[in-house]
């Protein structure tokens, strides 16, 4: 008779609530499928680690989101934020939406290009915009969004070479009751910064001002910033009819709405505290048609959510390694998934649940990773059922940034598939091989031979 592994029991309180027999009922509900897809089959067949990235559910919260603004304002947009996620698939699920394209780099400006978005509508936003990428922008009467005076005596200067007038918007950083508070990007409005900047561009006549953007900060869970950030918008854009007589074409308001996801050391779940699109909508949409604007003259407003529009379509698989006990009795719970591919396991509590039915017993579990590093930690605590070695677990709401910031570190990177529609699956990106790395580099001749 093969000898039963040994857990040590665990006394739990248990909570208000009716008890049955054996007291609360503390199981974790298993997530067996995504979109009516099987997780087992997902990972016979695409292997394990495995992102998995749900079409309809970027569908559907796009859709939420355009709602809650349009049925609140008469002009809106929304610009996809490439650094959110820029597989190619996912931009295009956003493109087809209507979304134009929010870059960065002129590497994703190059990508946005390549996947057919217009040059006009592409908004260039960040600090690192080279000459070359500026040329480029221009020709293709893109929106460059000003973060600096470096960057627009460097338009400046391209004007006078090429006799073009690019077109631009500045980006303006200020206090919205939220600290620390975002001043690094762009030009500060309390200091006056904002205006010496608007000054500049209206009386030398070589950049056509068409727009204001701010971006206050990320995972804001204050609606009422963004109130007070449009409001400081729509002043100054007053101030510019008042003072040249201009009107400019949008307002972009940025990012940084908050997902469903729950923040380290946060009491309540982000499910609970997180506003909802409505909520932002009704701050910005508010702020702007209650300002001194003319009504004749409504700018476009432009918004660059990633986070809020990706983060629950997106799915971690993964595959129990091993369990053990730390030197403190503590259990602790090895996946193949480590920080390396969850970058934001350093500031989410990751919602985990085991892929097929467990038993009701939970413990207080600490879930690391593969990787030879002490960081490498999913969850420092996670109450969770007994899972056995071979277990496939889902990490939810992963969808934002880990398939941006991810790392070739210690192993490669996994394979990504979609579910469309259809609940048909893609590969939309392939598992990197020892290939795929080796073809990036170079051998010196005197270094191709060793003898040990």
């Known amino acids: 008779m093969e000898k039963l592994p040994f857990e040590r029991p665990v006394i739990k309180k248990l909570k208000a609530g ?30 394990s680690p495995l992102f998995v990235i749900s079409e309809n559910t970027l569908r559907r919260t796009f859709r939420e989101a355009k709602r809650a603004f349009e049925t609140r304002y008469p002009k ?49 936003n960040g600090p690192d915009k080279s000459y070359d990428d500026l040329i480029r922008a221009i020709e293709n009467r ?7 005076f470096d960057e627009m005596y460097m338009l400046h200067e391209i004007s006078v070479k090429t006799g073009s007038k690019p077109r631009v918007a500045i980006r303006v950083n200020m206090d919205t009751g939220v600290y620390p508070m975002w001043d690094r990007f762009g030009f500060n409005y309390e200091n006056g910064e904002a205006w010496d900047a608007i000054n500049r561009i209206m009386t030398s006549g070589k950049l056509e001002l068409t727009g204001l953007h701010t971006h206050i900060g990320t995972y804001m869970l204050s609606a009422d910033a963004y109130r007070i950030a449009a409001s400081k918008l729509a002043e100054l854009a007053e101030g510019l009819v008042r003072r040249y007589g201009k009107t400019i074409d949008y307002i972009d308001i940025g990012g940084g ?100 039915p467990v038993s009701d017993h939970t413990e207080e579990t600490t879930i690391y990773g593969p990787l030879c590093m002490n960081i490498d930690v ?17 990490i939810s709401r992963i969808g934002a940034y880990n398939m941006t910031q991810w790392m070739q570190f210690i192993t490669t990177r996994p394979r990504v598939v979609m579910i469309d ?31 040990l």
């Open 378 to 394: 999913i969850r420092e605590a996670s109450v969770m059922p007994l899972l056995k070695k071979g277990d496939n677990v889902v």
């Open 142 to 148: 893109s929106l460059i969004h000003i973060d600096h």
């Open 18 to 47: 009716m008890p049955g027999k054996f007291g609360m009922k503390t199981g974790v509900a298993p997530v067996t499928h995504i979109d009516q897809v099987a997780v087992s089959d997902l990972i016979a067949e695409h292997g």
């Open 421 to 451: 529609a259809e609940n048909k699956i893609h590969v939309i990106r392939e598992k990197e091989k020892l290939e795929t790395i080796n073809s990036l580099e170079r051998v010196p001749e005197h270094l191709k031979k060793f003898k």
């Open 257 to 356: 709405f908050a997902s469903k996801n729950t923040l380290k050391g946060a009491y309540y779940a982000g499910t609970d505290t997180a506003p909802d699109f409505d909520d932002y909508a009704e701050a910005i949409s508010s702020a702007i048609v209650n300002s001194q604007i003319s009504p004749d003259n409504m700018p476009l407003l432009i918004l660059e959510t990633g986070r809020a529009l990706v983060d629950d379509a997106g799915y971690l698989l993964g595959t129990v390694i091993a369990n053990k006990r730390l030197s403190d009795g503590r259990r602790a719970t090895i996946l193949d998934t480590g920080v390396n591919l969850l970058f934001t396991s350093f500031w989410y509590e990751h919602q985990i649940n085991p892929a097929q």
């Open 76 to 124: 809106v947009r929304f610009a996809w934020s490439y650094k959110t996620n820029y597989l190619n698939a996912v931009c295009n699920v956003f493109h087809q939406e209507g979304s134009w394209a929010e870059v960065v780099s002129g590497f994703e400006y190059e990508k946005a290009l390549a996947l057919g978005v217009e040059g006009q509508h592409i908004i260039f």
